[in-house]
């Protein structure tokens, strides 16, 4: 188990390392990330590397037994670049070259960029193999942009088009460019998609994954220099949880293991669920435990700074993390900088470098990590949920929206991802294509882009005894995102026993009225979207009260084979409706809680190696109580647990179950 931060010697005179190295070891530190940034400190000039003191800081820090993960500097051209080969430089869609002056600036398909990639990542690989406290590195840093638009782009996305379909007759099928006359007769016909709202869709999809494929291969180029000449040595990335430029998933395959840049603490506190969520999701990337290479460590910001993490919240944040599946955490950064643009981006230190109350409060995690250790080793998150993430489906959506009020795919799933949060329930995210027989239900919000191969695989999965729930807007799409040309919900209507044959846009002003019935009890409010759903051998479970709406359902459930398919045909305004749906979905598919937690208090399980444990996060500043299993060990305090414990604010335990 790791527990560390992000340092910059480079930014501090030499003579001030050997404090921040003492500090650090007193902290409890055992683990820095340096020089993601530093490839004019690494390369000054083409060709003259100087690597001396990045040995010095190393030899520093091995001394207070303090371990290093090394970033590839490939996120931030030096001005040499930009000026010897103005052609690495992104090109915008006006046609002008990024002003170098910023990061992330770099063309992907430029053969320069990508040379002087390799070069400088090849070169470090080789200088820092056997050294002794380098344990790992960082490709790059927070894949995703920029997106280019220059001759060389176009260039490699008509060849990557080429490759995918073979012919023009094939793509021009699939892309249905007979709409407006787009037919190609010439691959050097087709253009860059410059405006997703008015360019063909199909093509704008295609250029998304196009995108995300440049990323990933950009970054193999550097694995494959890593893996050959630092086989002891691992290889991750710092994702961004639900950053949507890159299909993490195909991101994540030539890693060791994922990390993610964790930033929960913004405005007025609240109940961080998202950072759970995407904690769950880096977890399924690889189906394994994650780090943090960059998490809170003060107010954030640029030009102008957020709020200061309160008492109690660095600690808090850090062991949501773990709960879900860390098993490191890195700070970002150890000391607030004093020039440049994140002068604002405050660390564990301010910008006078002294250890005040946010060093402390991480010193005081450390130490707690340490102590829990060999409690955490070996255990994981294991879930008997899983939600289906479809990057597809999310650009789709961006690309047509369909309904204009706040269609967000990110906050379909927060609608089901929440309510199994405030149950006491965990999730897994996977991908849709899968194997979803482990899990004992499913989730499937807004799978707009519905290839008949997925949807075959969840008919089976529900045919087998599965528990299904889906939501509108789901099987629209083709995956080369054309409509369907069948009555939705397409191949799942026989599996969820409906048809949809109209569907609008609920007007702000006129949301409907909706009816529990059977097992949702309650009355809710349908707004932005309804489809007018028919039941053909669903029970309806809810219904609405306008009088051209009483024939149709807004949500149903349906036997079939040996399991349940549910859908949900509209937006419900209210939490409670989801929280009463997934009770209903939970209590038949025999998924229950560890212990069902007090309003704002997180449970999540670690388990493995005949342990489990049982993390209990307060996310409010209030005291909460909770009712536990008596007789077990809080791990943090070493006492036995009565029937109820007390959390102050801020306030964890974790409990060994078994």
């Known amino acids: 188990m790791y527990v560390g931060v992000d340092y910059y010697p480079e930014h501090w005179p ?17 683990v ?20 001396g003191w990045l040995d010095r800081i190393l030899s520093i820090l091995v001394k207070r037994g303090i371990r290093a993960i090394l970033g590839t500097p490939t996120a931030v051209m030096p001005a040499w670049v930009a000026r010897k080969y103005p052609e690495t430089l992104a090109e915008e869609k006006t046609g002008q070259r990024t002003v170098w002056g910023v990061r992330k600036n770099n063309c992907f398909t430029s053969g320069t960029y990508r040379l002087l990639s390799e070069r400088i990542t090849r070169a470090m690989a080789e200088h820092f193999a056997h050294t002794p406290n380098v344990i790992g590195w960082q490709t790059d840093n927070e894949f995703g942009g920029p997106f280019c638009f220059c001759d060389s782009c176009r260039a490699d996305f008509q060849d990557w ?72 040595q691992f290889v991750t990335h710092n994702f961004m949880g639900f950053a949507m430029d890159v299909i993490y998933f195909d991101l994540a395959e030539d890693l060791d293991h994922v990390s993610w840049d964790n930033y929960p603490v913004w405005g007025v506190p609240t109940i961080p669920i998202g950072a759970s969520a995407q904690a769950d999701l880096m977890r399924g990337l690889k189906k394994k435990n994650f780090w943090i290479m960059e998490q809170t460590a003060g ?54 470098g002294r250890p005040l109350r ?41 690309i047509q929206p369909s309904y204009e009020l706040r269609n967000n795919y990110i906050q ?15 999730a897994d995210f996977v991908k849709t294509t899968d194997d979803l027989s482990k899990y004992r239900v499913v989730l499937a919000p807004h799978l707009y882009v519905l290839p008949d191969a997925v949807a075959r695989n969840l008919n089976d999965y529900v045919a087998k005894g599965g528990i299904l729930v889906t939501d509108c807007r789901t099987g629209v799409k083709t995956e080369t995102s054309l409509c369907h040309d069948r009555t939705l919900p397409g191949l799942l209507s026989k599996m969820l026993g409906i048809t949809i044959e109209e569907y609008e846009q609920v007007p702000a002003d006129a ?38 709406m009483k024939d149709f359902a807004a949500a149903t459930r349906h036997a079939f084979g040996k399991g349940l398919g549910y859908y949900v045909g509209t937006i419900l305004k209210e939490d409670g409706f989801y929280d009463t749906l997934m009770a209903d979905v939970l209590g038949r598919a025999k998924v229950r809680p560890a212990l069902a937690p007090p309003e704002g208090v997180e449970v999540s399980v670690r388990q493995g190696e005949g342990r489990k444990l049982l993390f209990l996060i307060n996310h409010t500043e209030e005291v909460k109580t909770v009712a536990v299993p008596r007789g077990k060990r809080e791990l943090l305090s070493g006492k036995i647990t009565g029937p109820a414990l007390e959390l102050g604010r801020y306030d964890v335990a974790v409990l060994r179950l078994r």
């Open 299 to 352: 107010p954030g910001g640029w030009s102008t700074f957020g709020r200061n993490p309160r008492p109690g919240e660095i600690r808090k944040v850090s062991y949501q993390q773990m709960a879900h599946g860390s098993d490191a955490q890195i700070w970002f950064r150890w000391r607030s900088c004093t020039a440049g643009r994140e002068q604002y981006w405050h660390g564990l230190l301010g910008h006078d």
């Open 14 to 30: 030499v003579e001030r390392w050997e404090t921040d190295a003492a500090l650090m070891q007193k902290a409890g530190f055992n």
């Open 161 to 232: 088009l080429k490759r995918k379909y073979r012919t023009l007759d094939a793509l021009n099928k699939a892309l249905g460019t007979h709409f407006w006359g787009h037919l190609y007769k010439d691959w050097a016909e087709i253009q860059l998609p410059v405006d997703d709202k008015s360019h063909n869709p199909s093509l704008c999809l295609d250029h998304r994954r196009y995108h995300s494929w440049l990323n990933v291969r950009f970054q193999r180029d550097q694995v494959r220099i890593l893996r050959r000449l630092c086989p002891k």
């Open 32 to 51: 820095v990330r340096m020089a993601e940034f530093a490839w004019v400190n690494l390369e000054p000039e083409e060709g003259t590397f100087e690597f």
């Open 412 to 426: 379909a799933i927060h609608r089901f991802y929440d309510a199994l949060f405030r149950a006491g329930v965990g």
């Open 511 to 548: 949301p409907y009225a909706v009816v529990g019935r059977k097992d949702i009890d309650g009355q809710f409010t349908a707004f932005r979207y309804a489809d007018w759903l028919t039941p053909k051998g669903a029970e309806a479970l809810a219904g609405y009260t306008a009088w051209h």
């Open 358 to 398: 946010r060093y402390r409060e991480a010193a005081r995690y450390a130490s707690e990590l340490h102590k829990l250790e060999k409690e955490l080793q070996g255990t994981t998150v294991k879930a008997d949920v899983a939600i289906v993430f479809d990057y597809d489906s999310f650009w789709a959506f961006q």
